[in-house]
């Protein structure tokens, strides 16, 4: 719909009253036509289903009986901002989903002149009155095409989703490379935001969007920023605007501290970056969602020998044993390997792998030799699952630290 917000301050009282009531009527009329659109099945290619996406979304919008459309024309243009689409199996930003967000952007301008898209920044959330977020997720069903693109758009006052649309995607291949703040962090960041933004994306109109994602809204406009400049290689200005980040109210998360730690360590601040580093480790035992990108050497337990990628790992495992060692529970090791070679094969080496880890954070601290366990999962957790071996699937090589209770 155009504009909820249907009231200017000159507007009498018992008018601004009855107007809202009009506009949440229509928002109940316009769930109750959406609610169970069927997901289209005919898949098309990349541009041409962005475009289908875009104008389904905004459709919707315009569903509003005449008379409601006619008093919103008199009004200021709504204003959205878009927050940056996500790859919805990882969480991650990707090249591809990068590309979506530019068209998408152009899509609006060009055909739906009634909205102002305006970036996603802390100035511009606060004078918003919608959110557009979306993910682009690999396909189970291989008859619908490859891909799916959803979109959502949300209202922020109401914190409803007003509209959310899909497209199915022929393109065999595209470019899923994580940006590279993704690329580079040392964790999976995918927290319990995240996964509000991906429930979000999926949620019929007229369902409340996720509440937890709405909150971070702010935080997340100033960690979009930090990313931004992260990736501009401003790292001084990138420093400063994660060091804001967490100290928000809702700071403590390990999309932050990741960036905290990428750009100390970029700006040589080793001592920072270490205890930044513990954090992390922290954090995520704590919320039991430790997920390390250690990369091995092909059919290994050594660690990959190029300085730029493994040199800081003798200062993780330090960090996430001394943080295993002061909890009182036990720690399960696991590690996961890609999806190359047998079944057989990947089972023993993400086992072993787990194993040698184990032994490492013993090394660091010894009591942990009875708080540690160790397990392989093989493949058959991936979470980008195309076997490629490189950056773009390093999440399927991870190794994770989930806390449990110890046996007696």
């Known amino acids: 719909m155009t504009n909820i917000s ?8 018992r008018i601004r009253a009855s107007l809202r009531m009009l506009a949440l009527c229509a928002t109940v009329v316009l769930a109750a036509a959406c609610a169970h659109r069927p997901v289209p099945g005919n898949a098309m290619p990349f541009d041409q289903a962005v475009n289908q996406a875009v104008d389904d979304l905004m459709v919707q919008t315009q569903k509003l009986p005449a008379f409601l459309a006619k008093v919103e024309s008199s009004l200021k243009q709504s204003r959205i901002v878009i927050d940056p689409l996500l790859e919805g199996a990882s969480g991650q930003q990707t090249e591809v989903t990068r590309v979506a967000e530019q068209r998408i952007v152009q899509r609006m301008q060009a055909q739906f002149k009634q909205f102002t898209v ?3 920044n802390a100035t511009e959330i606060g004078n918003a009155q919608y959110v557009l977020n979306g993910t682009l997720v690999r396909d189970k069903d291989a008859s619908g095409g490859p891909y799916r693109l959803n979109l959502a758009l949300t209202e922020i006052k109401s914190g409803v989703v007003i509209a ?16 590279a703040f993704f690329r580079d962090s040392p964790v999976n960041g995918k927290d319990r935001g995240v996964e509000g933004y991906i429930r979000t994306a999926e949620t019929q109109p007229g369902q409340a969007a996720d509440a937890l994602y709405l909150e971070r809204l702010p935080t997340s406009t100033v960690l979009q920023e930090a990313t931004a400049a992260y990736e501009a290689g401003r790292m001084s200005e990138a420093l400063s605007r994660y060091e804001a980040a967490s100290k928000r109210p809702d ?4 999309r932050i501290y990741s960036g905290l730690y990428l750009t100390q360590s ?24 430790l997920s390390v ?11 990959l020998a190029d300085p730029k990628i493994s040199a800081a790992y003798p200062m993780w495992l330090r960090q996430i044993a001394r943080q295993a060692a002061q909890i009182d529970s036990c720690v399960v090791v696991t590690g996961h390997t ?13 086992l072993q792998r787990a194993a040698s880890v184990k032994s490492r954070l013993v090394t660091e601290a010894p009591p942990l030799s009875k708080k540690l366990r160790e397990a392989g999962m093989g493949f058959r957790e991936n979470i980008v699952g195309t076997g490629a071996d490189d950056a773009s699937d ?3 090589r991870r190794v994770e630290f989930k806390v449990v209770g110890c046996e007696t």
């Open 251 to 254: 700071g403590q998360q390990l």
């Open 118 to 120: 305006t970036p996603f």
């Open 293 to 303: 990108k250690f990369l091995f050497k092909p059919g290994s337990t050594d660690f």
């Open 338 to 350: 890609s999806r190359t070679g047998s079944e057989a094969v990947n089972e023993r080496l993400s």
């Open 164 to 179: 959310q649309s899909v497209a199915r995607i022929s393109d065999a291949s595209l470019d899923t490379r994580p940006t």
């Open 266 to 289: 970029q700006l040589g601040r080793t001592a920072d970056a270490e205890k930044t580093f513990g954090t992390i480790a922290r954090l995520g035992l704590e919320t039991n969602n």
């Open 394 to 396: 390093a999440l399927d």
């Open 6 to 13: 249907l009231t200017t301050s000159r507007t009498p009282r």
